[in-house]
């Protein structure tokens, strides 16, 4: 399977729990990025990398929030101390550098807060 | 004010019928613009990149407006599996690729 890989596709946490989703781009794609999606909104932008380099990241990130791509491949999605808030689609997307690129997206991993 | 926007629909399209929508975007120096289509609870899927002059991609036509800052999808013979929604995408050329998403327009195609 050549696209960009999400693990877990459904996650259901209680409130207070740490979770962790995993995002495997696809190889020849340096740069990786996650977003966000709530019903009926776009994605909204969390952060991204460029290799192992987190770049930028989205005011939506509070500290409770983290990401690593350690070795520029794959790269996995931190939440500490879940709020019900923070219920969503959580979309990683991977591209090849420049502009004139559009984003291969993953299937997602949908996150329920309880 | 929202640097993409969009008008959420929905739009219902007779099957066979030709039906456009808009969005427009904020940031005057935005460099790249794209159509992604995403089906219900899936992930958003490329539909096609926008020129400057307007391109076709079978029954699909984009167009845009860099003076008055839109974007246009027109889709002609509307086919059922056409229902979804379209998001308007806009690169605003800074460091990164970064894409900002707009809301989405909803299309139905019924029979």
């Known amino acids: ?114 | 004010r929202k640097e993409v926007e969009q008008d959420p629909g929905p739009f219902n399209v007779p099957e066979g019928a030709t039906v456009a929508f808009n969005c427009t975007y904020s940031n005057s120096a935005s460099q790249s613009f794209f159509w992604y289509r995403q089906d219900c609870r899936k992930e958003p899927k490329l539909l096609m990149s926008v020129y400057s002059s307007g391109n076709e991609d079978g029954r699909f036509t984009a167009q845009l407006n860099r003076a008055s800052q839109y974007i246009s999808l027109l889709i002609r013979d509307s086919k059922l599996s056409d229902s979804a929604t379209y998001l308007c995408v806009v690169n605003r050329g800074a460091a990164g690729n970064k894409l900002t998403f707009g809301g989405g327009t909803r299309v139905l195609v019924k029979p």
Request: glycine share 8%; with cysteine; charged share 25%.
């Open chain 1, 1 to 114: 399977d050549t696209g960009v890989s999400q693990n877990p596709r459904h996650k259901i946490t209680k409130r207070g729990q740490n979770v962790t989703f995993r995002c495997d781009p696809i190889s020849e794609h340096n740069r990786l990025y996650w977003y966000r999606q709530t019903l009926g909104q776009g994605p909204e932008f969390l952060t991204y990398f460029q290799n192992e380099a987190q770049l930028e990241k989205s005011r939506l990130l509070s500290d409770r929030f983290s990401a690593e791509r350690p070795k520029g491949s794959f790269s996995t999605l931190e939440i500490q101390r879940t709020e019900q808030g923070d219920s969503a689609m959580y979309l990683c997307a991977s591209s090849l550098p420049g502009e004139n690129y559009g984003y291969t997206f993953g299937s997602g991993t949908r996150l329920t807060v309880v």
